[in-house]
T-cell receptor, first 117, second 115 residues
Framework: DVKVTQSSRYLVKRTGEKVFLECVQD?????MFWYRQDPGLGLRLIYF???????EKGDIPEGYSVSREKKERFSLILESASTNQTSMYLC????????????????FGPGTRLTVL | AQSVSQHNHHVILSEAASLELGCNYS??????LFWYVQYPGQHLQLLLK??????LVKGIKGFEAEFIKSKFSFNLRKPSVQWSDTAEYFC?????????????FGTGTRLKVLA
């Protein structure tokens, strides 16, 4: 079974803090994704990565950055946390080739519920 | 811009009732369609997907969905729901945008099944 793990289930941070959310997958997947999930808004893509050191902006990248130094690990960074970044953050991975992203199932982690005070 | 619409935000059914959750998308090109489910306290997981062939797709736990290209729809159905189907359901489209494929999720439908 594919396993996607996220470093924390719950996190509380203060406004202005730098926040790191870590995601690790164990299936040698090429593609990794970060979403935020908010009630009534569904899942919105923040960033995704097709390969090590490669990244592409999703629909709502403002206020976020990402890092992918190793294939299995994809980090989401909030440079200066703000209260409107309070949300559930979901990491996902898929595929063994960027060319197969089209039909690939995404496998999700358990999520990190971030509260910014 | 591409979008995915799920018109029912909350659905409450009694056990054994039939279920149909609507999903419409706006995109003119080739799309791949998915339904994901999130049971209480669990990860999002794939329910079923369509990318070619028979437009009627069967998934896990007795769910099925029909792709109707002319209506830009991919509605989820189950003839008889169970209490354990209580969950949030997300429709998703994977479509080509500026040279890369991107997932777009709908806003989700919360289903509550009364025992």
């Amino acid at each position: 079974d594919v396993k996607v793990t996220q470093s924390s289930r719950y996190l509380v941070k203060r406004t202005g803090e730098k926040v790191f959310l870590e995601c690790v997958q164990d299936m040698d997947h090429e593609n990794m994704f970060w979403y935020r999930q908010d009630p009534g808004l569904g899942l919105r893509l923040i960033y995704f990565s097709y390969d090590v050191k490669m990244k592409e902006k999703g629909d709502i990248p403002e206020g976020y950055s990402v890092s992918r130094e190793k294939k299995e690990r994809f980090s989401l960074i909030l440079e200066s946390a703000s209260t409107n970044q309070t949300s559930m953050y979901l990491c996902a991975s898929s595929g063994t080739s960027p060319r197969r992203v089209r039909t690939d199932t995404q496998y999700f982690g358990p999520g990190t519920r971030l509260t910014v005070l | 811009a591409q979008s995915v619409s799920q018109h029912n935000h909350h659905v409450i059914l009694s056990e054994a009732a039939s279920l149909e959750l609507g999903c419409n998308y706006s995109y003119g090109g080739t799309v791949n369609l998915f339904w994901y489910v999130q049971y209480p306290g669990q990860h999002l997981q794939l329910l079923l997907k369509y990318f070619s062939g028979d437009p009627l797709v069967k998934g896990i736990k007795g769910f099925e969905a029909e792709f109707i290209k002319s209506k830009f729809s991919f509605n989820l159905r189950k003839p008889s729901v169970q209490w354990s189907d209580t969950a949030e359901y997300f429709c998703a489209v994977n479509a080509r945008n500026s040279g890369t494929y991107k997932y777009i999720f709908g806003t989700g439908t919360r289903l509550k099944v009364l025992a």
